[in-house]
Nanobody
Framework: QVQLVESGGGLVQAGGPLRLSCAASGRTFRVYNMGWFRQAPGKEREFVASITWSGGATIYTDPVKGRFTISRDNAKNTGYLQMSSMKPDDTAVYYC????????????????WGQGTQVTVSS
């Protein structure tokens, strides 16, 4: 079993960077695929990015391609989402998720979730 805790959220100006972290408990994190999702007020949770357990393959949603980078350090049991050139539309609660056998874009495929961290981008 994996427990996830996000951190690094906050207020950032448009155009600025922010890095989110997802700390995982449990030695098996290194074999779990990881995803980042976000949910803005009044909207459904949406996929942002995912990475395989080895870090060898990534997927991004089109609105963040070229601006966000997902990565992980299995030695530290931590995943990251580096965000740059941020826009007000990026404002949302960001969640990390993990799955032993799914790395796609549907949130229902992930069985483990963090509590979320708020990201607010001011214009």
């Amino acid at each position: 079993q994996v427990q996830l805790v996000e951190s690094g959220g906050g207020l950032v100006q448009a155009g600025g960077p922010l890095r989110l972290s997802c700390a995982a408990s449990g030695r098996t994190f290194r074999v779990y695929n990881m995803g980042w999702f976000r949910q803005a007020p009044g909207k459904e949770r949406e996929f942002v990015a995912s990475i395989t357990w080895s870090g060898g393959a990534t997927i991004y949603t089109d609105p963040v391609k070229g601006r966000f980078t997902i990565s992980r350090d299995n030695a530290k049991n931590t995943g990251y989402l580096q965000m740059s050139s941020m826009k007000p539309d990026d404002t949302a609660v960001y969640y990390c998720a993990a799955s032993p056998d799914y790395r796609g874009t549907y949130y229902t495929g992930y069985g483990y979730w963090g509590q979320g961290t708020q990201v607010t981008v001011s214009s």
